[in-house]
């Protein structure tokens, strides 16, 4: 081993306070769980007539709602051929917050059609707000890199922020991830 990469390979102990910092080599854990895992709570929602179309919203405890389609949603099965957030005639990417409030964020309510996601048969599927809030931003990744749709945490399609007042209500009109589970097995 040279110099230098004993300089950046040897690790030194280190006190921080009277305190022995243990060693992050040492308490390396293989299966540490992901940050969805540590930070978010999944909740889902379900269209009553459209169970094959399920959405699934990641709620922070910040309140910040990751929203984006849950993994047995139809489009999957059929192949993404691509996303677009032009709605009509709005285009969600359009979307501009600024400040603490988010002002100026585009309001949403639980049913709004945040993008469209077109099928390589030509079906076409809303992706739904699935939260009242405001719009803070798009996932413009997601339009480059459709794999990116099927990844929890890197895949949301939208990032929404709901009042916190209303959080609780919210979430009463999602369903949890133990219900999801034992309908779509």
Request: charged residues 30%; proline residues 3%; glycine residues 8%.
């Amino acid at each position: 081993m040279t110099e230098l990469e004993r300089y950046y390979l040897e690790e030194e102990p280190q006190t921080i306070c009277g305190e022995m910092v243990h060693s992050i080599v040492e308490d390396f854990v293989e299966d540490y769980p992901s940050t969805v895992d540590r930070f978010f709570t999944r909740y889902y929602c379900v269209q009553s007539g459209k169970e094959n179309e399920p959405h699934q919203v990641l709620f922070h405890s910040n309140r910040i709602c990751l929203i984006g389609l849950a993994p047995g949603h139809v489009a999957f099965e059929k192949g993404i051929k691509a996303i677009t957030f032009e709605v009509g005639k709005i285009d969600r990417s359009h979307n501009q917050v600024s400040g603490k409030k988010k002002s100026g964020g585009m309001i949403l309510q639980m049913d709004s059609t945040l993008a469209l996601v077109t099928c390589e048969d030509g079906s076409v599927y809303k992706v739904r707000g699935c939260v009242q809030g405001k719009l803070v931003e798009v996932n413009q990744r997601v339009v480059q890199d459709l794999d990116l749709l099927r990844q929890e945490g890197d895949g949301y399609v939208a990032v929404v922020m709901p009042k916190p007042e209303q959080c609780e209500a919210i979430k009463k009109k999602l369903i949890s991830q133990e219900e999801y589970e034992a309908k779509h097995r």
